[in-house]
Nanobody, 121 residues
Framework: QVQLVESGGGLVQPGGSLRLSCTAS?????????VGWYRQVPGKERELVAS???????DYADSVKGRFTISRHNSWNTVLLQMNSLKPEDTAVYYC??????????????WGQGTLVTVSS
């Protein structure tokens, strides 16, 4: 019903920037009411980096405040994560997750496949 594809990851030097994109497709994209960007490194739990709700309210993890910006475009078709002043500790696989409102379950969470971000000199 909803599929998510992330793109934009890669290798960047410390202090550099990357822009990640989460593209939603499917018949139920209009039922999305929030999207979050998460990241995960091996051996650690997946953590929320930034999220944006239907009203446009954005929230950020303390570790990325002032450096990352989340935004959405064309309704929920594209959600961007602009990452500036990148640090080696930002290295991780980044995932987007959409919360989709459903008539039966109430909501379901849909995940993308992830995109790798490596910050290294």
């Amino acid at each position: 019903q909803v599929q998510l594809v992330e793109s934009g990851g890669g290798l960047v030097q410390p202090g550099g920037s990357l822009r990640l994109s989460c593209t939603a497709s499917g018949r139920k994209t209009s039922n999305i009411n929030a999207v979050g960007w998460y990241r995960q490194v091996p051996g650690k739990e997946r953590e929320l980096v930034a999220s944006i709700a239907s009203g446009g309210t954005a929230d950020y993890a303390d570790s990325v405040k002032g450096r990352f910006t989340i935004s959405r475009h064309n309704s929920w078709n594209t959600v961007l994560l602009q990452m500036n002043s990148l640090k080696p500790e930002d290295t991780a696989v980044y995932y987007c997750k959409a919360r989709v409102i459903t008539s039966i379950e109430g909501y379901i969470d849909v995940w993308g496949q992830g995109t790798l971000v490596t910050v290294s000199s």
